[in-house]
């Protein structure tokens, strides 16, 4: 066969070549579409989500009024109601000494601290003792003379002078033998008291601050033996800003009671210990820099040696305590905290149509935590408590409460 024989089958071969080179990409690109059409058709469809609001999110309370307290917190430092620089009443040597006599140490009222050497005192009383018996013994001799002399003055029966009766009754020479015995008895008493005071007892119930004297000293009338403070109560003196007096009542000589303190040592004690006592006194003057005045609150047993408190934490001398004062009532007003005070007098409020209304507010008293709020709120009002960043008069606002319970959280809370 020739060559024109076999042209035309090649040409039909090339033909269908380059036909099926133009429609392979067109099939190509038309099977990508389908996958991904019906991938897009069969895939998850995403819900609608709802439309979110223009509001800020937000917690509130209601506002409570009612009877409310104030309490009056301030700091005070731990003082003696009673210190004594204890010194001997005579001279002499000391002969024993307490067991107690140490710093820390406890004396009840009357009970003897050291005692002085009672020798001579002893000798002395003694001594005085016979003097007032002779005296003594002198004034009856001489009553029996004025005896005789009445008698005689009698039987003479002349008229004299009363000079003269007075001296021819002995009447000088009586009065000056009573006069000697009242002297020797007096020095007889005093010598008797002497000998008393070399027994050194503690004039009160008492803790002793420091000791002074040992066994041996001599000691005479300005010798210091002992430091001693009271251990029936101590003070805690509190400075106060003179603007809070009016709310404190302070104890009255007529038997009003002062306002109950309550005292807190969260360092020596922890924070949920505290001890009760009473204002008992003011100072008579404020302070010029501070314009502050000083209180005086007395703490009863303060060292807890009673059965009625030995359960109590100690109070120790010089400690630095918080003082918090129960003062006078307010009929009604709300107690709010402190950090929902803006601007120094105004609160947050969400009003009925939930809009942030700022109002300025009438504030009575003001504590360490919470002020009392008397004006300008009203009772059930929603506070709220809320920090908010950008506050505007007006603004919308929604409540969280309400967020957690609508429909589209409890969707979202499915698995």
């Keep these: 066969m020739s060559p024109d024989q076999h042209q035309p089958s090649t040409s039909g071969k090339e033909t269908k070549a380059n036909l099926l080179r133009l429609l392979l990409p067109v099939i190509v690109i038309i099977i990508s579409?389908?996958?991904?059409?019906?991938?897009?058709?069969?895939?998850?469809?995403?819900?609608?989500?709802?439309?979110t609001r223009n509001a800020v999110l937000v917690d509130v309370r209601p506002i409570e009024l009612g009877p409310q307290t104030t309490t009056v917190s301030i700091m005070g430092t731990v003082k003696p109601q009673r210190e004594v620089a204890l010194k001997p009443r005579v001279s002499g040597e000391i002969i024993s000494v307490g067991d107690n006599l140490i710093p820390g140490g406890r004396f009840n009222k009357g009970e003897e601290l050291l005692a002085i050497d009672p020798s001579d005192y002893q000798l002395v009383v003694r001594q005085l003792a016979s003097e007032v018996a002779r005296v003594e013994s002198d004034m009856q001799v001489e009553l029996g003379r004025q005896r005789v002399a009445q008698k005689e003055f009698e039987l003479l029966g002349e008229s004299v002078s009363e000079v003269e009766k007075t001296l021819m009754l002995r009447e000088p020479q009586l009065e000056n033998n009573r006069a000697l015995l009242e002297g020797t008895r007096a020095r007889l008493e005093q010598a008797q008291l002497d000998l008393k005071r070399t027994s050194v007892r503690s004039p009160f119930n008492a803790v002793v601050m420091s000791r002074e004297v040992n066994l041996g000293t001599r000691v005479s009338p300005s010798t210091t033996l002992a430091t001693l403070v009271g251990s029936d109560s101590y003070w805690v003196e509190a400075p106060v800003p003179a603007s809070q007096l009016q709310w404190i009542s302070i104890s009255q000589e007529d038997g009003d009671s002062g306002s109950p303190v309550r005292i807190y040592d969260s360092v020596a004690w922890g924070p949920n210990r505290s001890r009760s006592g009473q204002l008992v006194g003011l100072t008579?003057?404020?302070?010029?820099?501070?314009?502050?005045?000083?209180?005086?609150?007395?703490?009863?047993?303060?060292?807890?040696?009673?059965?009625?408190?030995?359960?109590?934490?100690?109070?120790?001398?010089?400690?630095?305590?918080?003082?918090?004062?129960?003062?006078?009532?307010?009929?009604?007003?709300?107690?709010?905290?402190?950090d929902l005070i803006h601007?120094?007098?105004?609160?947050?409020?969400?009003d009925e149509e939930g809009r942030l209304d700022i109002r300025t507010v009438e504030i009575a008293f003001r504590g360490q935590?919470?002020?009392?709020?008397?004006?300008?709120?009203?009772?059930?009002?929603?506070?709220?408590?809320?920090?908010?960043?950008?506050?505007?008069?007006?603004?919308?606002?929604?409540?969280k409460e309400a967020e957690t319970s609508s429909p589209a959280a409890e969707e979202k809370s499915k698995p």
Excluded: C
């Excluded at 991904?36 to 995403?46: D, E, L, T, V």
């Excluded at 935590?369 to 007006?394: F, R, W």
């Design 284 to 338: 008579a003057m404020v302070e010029e820099n501070g314009r502050m005045a000083t209180l005086l609150a007395e703490i009863a047993d303060p060292l807890s040696l009673q059965p009625t408190s030995s359960e109590q934490p100690k109070l120790l001398l010089g400690s630095y305590v918080r003082v918090e004062i129960e003062g006078k009532l307010l009929a009604k007003a709300a107690a709010i905290e402190r």
């Design 369 to 399: 935590d919470q002020v009392l709020v008397t004006g300008g709120v009203n009772h059930g009002e929603k506070l709220i408590t809320t920090n908010l960043p950008s506050p505007v008069q007006g603004m919308t606002l929604r409540l």
């Design 33 to 51: 579409a389908s996958v991904a059409f019906w991938m897009m058709q069969s895939g998850p469809k995403a819900k609608p989500r709802a439309k």
């Design 343 to 350: 601007n120094g007098e105004q609160l947050w409020i969400m």
